[in-house]
């Protein structure tokens, strides 16, 4: 066996013998957090355990809590688990958005501080973008910060901020320079949520539900080792973070998306086994157009 085929035995046996029965069925995904809820024991065990091994970020470094893994064996225990129906673990703001970009722009410091906690589940992140009059026009922000010491003082106002009021801590885009290129006076600040001063407000809709909130900042005291990358230089990692955030949408790395993906798959070999052929040719053209729509690129159909 080569290294690879070493590696994949090794995978499955450990997802096999680690991996709770009731954690093989699609289903909710943990998002960790100080106040995590866990629909069940198994879910908080099954996440307990790939943190432990460092599978919750399998590429991260093996000292901000991933496992070191290449991206070829981060791919070989995402084939793995998919084979054994392995439901998703953790995921998490942290996970899709600021995790990447603390490793690519954080000091080390900012990296042995902020990623294990994500990568363990017990820290869950938001993300302050949006305000009233920064949503497509997001690097007009306006929520103030001002340097006093070794602290910014923060001022103003998100909206639609995502479970704002289930997170510890929030990523921020704050103006930090009101007397250039609006793009130019942005700086990317992380805020504790339970600091003095940081008021998170469910906003209910039509529906009951109330996943957004509007978040409030009076007078925050944040310490400037809590700015990612220079002052005013927030721009480029905001977009940085977008990209993963879109990558992470695209790829399914929600668990919405995940399940989604896999009923998809259900649906195809279904069909396939329906129809009785193997080579993957449906001779049922509405059939073959119906399915291509749900599952174009990666199906040969006719
Ligand atoms: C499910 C969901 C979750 C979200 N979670 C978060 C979150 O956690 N954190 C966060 O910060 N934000 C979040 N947002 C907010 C989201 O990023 C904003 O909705 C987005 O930035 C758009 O801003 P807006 O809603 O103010 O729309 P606007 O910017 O007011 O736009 C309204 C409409 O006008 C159009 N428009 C705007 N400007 C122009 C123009 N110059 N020319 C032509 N048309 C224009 C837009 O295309 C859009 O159709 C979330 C949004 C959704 C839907």
Redesign the pocket.
Known sequence: MNNRETFRAETRAWLDENCPPEMRRPGDVAWGGRTARFSSDDQKLWMERMANKGWTVPTWPRDCGGAGLSKEEAAVLAQEMRELGCRTPLNSFGIMMLGPVVLQYGTEEQKRKFLPPIARGEIRW?????EPGA????ANVQCRAVREGDDYVVNGQ?I???EAHLSDWIFCLVRTNTQVAKHDGISFLLIDMADPGVEATPTPLISGESI?CQTFFDDVRVPVENRIGEENAGWTIAKRLLEHERNSMSTGAGSRSANAKRKRRTLIDDARTALDTPEGKLPDADLRDRIARVEPPTVALG
């Open positions: 938001c993300q302050g973008y949006s949503g497509s026009d997001l998100k639609w901020t995502s957004f």
